[in-house]
């Protein structure tokens, strides 16, 4: 909506200024960069921003610690959208630049580890090295902090770079799913083709995990991801980030999550959004509907009351 303030993970010419691009018309508000993922969702968190677009996984790379991590601390925050962006690389030069002028390059570490086989043909001996964005990396180049950077055409392009090579990934096709996050609020509605994510802690007991997915097996739910990570409370001690099909709203993934605030040591939802990935969710099993599910309650209800 107009006046609604966008964060996104910076400086500008990132894959998610481009993907905060292709999910919000200009119009709709303005775009702050911010120099992180934590920094983004900080501003979110304090208020100085309504919503922000960060990097949630990648295809080839896989899930993004930062994000993963950035949602679990910190105040509760919602994911309300997810944009999936193809990715592809290039590696920029300043102008005059000649691929045997380059001594170091530098990019993120997901972007380094999806051209690292090119990066090796393309420029034997060099050490890559770490930057917080593809973006921060050409715009280090720009003001002479390294020789090149593997980013994306659009920041080569804003900070006057030339490119060495293109299509550099190892890979082609990747692609990229950021999300949207907002303060808690007033879900989206569903339609039908929807997600929900959500993180449990289980605890270090025998058979927490198969516990946690008989929730959703039983109740005729398909996980889409699925992930551990680190509590960093103590060894042995993990948390369960999962996507799963159906919102929030549908009697079977209430009942799910119901039951997950049971038996795991914590759960923190994350939020049911319509799905973007161009798939449809399988279809519902009879017995899991909410017509089911509303039958069911009724029966149980006769059987209280003694009218069964």
Not at 12 to 25: D, Q, S
Not at 69 to 78: E, I, M, Y
């Amino acid at each position: 909506m107009p006046g609604t303030r966008y964060a996104y993970l910076g400086p500008e010419g990132t894959f998610a200024e481009a993907a905060l691009i292709r999910a919000v018309a200009a119009a709709e508000g303005s775009r702050q960069p911010a120099g992180s993922v934590a920094a983004a969702l900080a501003a979110v968190r304090s208020g100085d921003a309504d919503a922000a677009v960060v990097p949630l996984e990648n295809s080839v790379e896989g899930s993004v610690p930062a994000t993963m991590d950035g949602l679990v601390d910190g105040a509760p925050l919602l994911i309300t959208r997810e944009v999936f962006l193809p990715v592809s690389f290039v590696l920029a030069a300043r102008p005059g630049t000649a691929p045997s002028d380059v001594r170091s390059v530098a990019s993120h570490p997901h972007a380094l580890a999806q051209t690292a086989r090119r990066l090796t043909d393309l420029l034997p001996g060099v050490v890559p090295l770490p930057a917080t964005s593809t973006a921060e990396a050409a715009r280090q180049v720009a003001a002479g902090e390294h020789d090149a950077a593997v980013c994306a055409p659009i920041a080569a392009e804003r900070y006057g770079l030339t490119a060495l090579a293109e299509d550099v990934a190892d890979r082609p096709g990747a692609v990229t799913r950021f999300v949207l996050v907002t303060p808690p609020g007033p879900l989206p509605e569903p339609t039908g083709n929807d997600k929900t994510s959500l993180v449990a802690v289980v605890g270090d007991r025998t058979g927490a995990l198969l516990e946690l997915l008989g929730e959703f097996a039983g109740r005729g739910i398909s996980l889409t991801r699925i992930e551990s990570r680190p509590t960093r409370e103590r060894l042995g001690v993990y948390s369960f980030s999962l996507d799963c099909e159906g919102h929030v709203a549908d009697a079977r993934v209430g009942e799910a999550l119901a039951a997950l605030h049971r038996v795991c040591d914590e759960v923190r939802f994350l939020g049911s959004y319509a799905r973007a990935d161009e798939r449809e969710n399988k279809p519902v099993p009879t017995a899991s509907t909410d017509a089911a599910f509303d039958e069911a309650a009724q029966w149980l209800e006769r059987v209280r009351a003694g009218r069964a």
